[in-house]
């Protein structure tokens, strides 16, 4: 599935940046990086596919980005549920603590499409500014 590799890439690629960048200390940063550069892999790959030559002959990322397809439904209700997350006023930490209440997840990346809809449709339906009622 799609979104299992694409949740698995930013996953790998969040602890790398963090490693590798130390004054990324938070995962909301690191996860938002890590999301822009698999966003930008499919153009970068068709640039210069000889740049990445090494970055693909490593397992972990040939398996995952072999499989990633940027699905723009996903990114639509990414960018629909931070629409609604700012009109509730939530922070990053309150949304991420209804996830892990009601999905078992820190990251809406790991949710599947219909867990991502229903989360934006709670979301659409409440003006309550607590994330957990």
Known sequence: MANTALAQSISLLMDYIKIQIPAITSDQHAEKLATQIIASLPQLFTENPKIFSR???????????????????FNALINQIDDQMR??????????????????????????LDQLDNFLLYLQLTDSPDPNP
């Open 55 to 73: 970055v693909l002959s490593m397992t972990q990322f040939k398996q995952s980005i072999a499989q990633l397809v940027i699905d723009e439904d």
């Open 87 to 112: 009109r509730l006023n939530w922070t990053d930490t309150q949304g991420r603590e209804h996830l892990q209440k009601f999905y078992s997840v820190r990251s809406r990346y790991s949710l599947s």
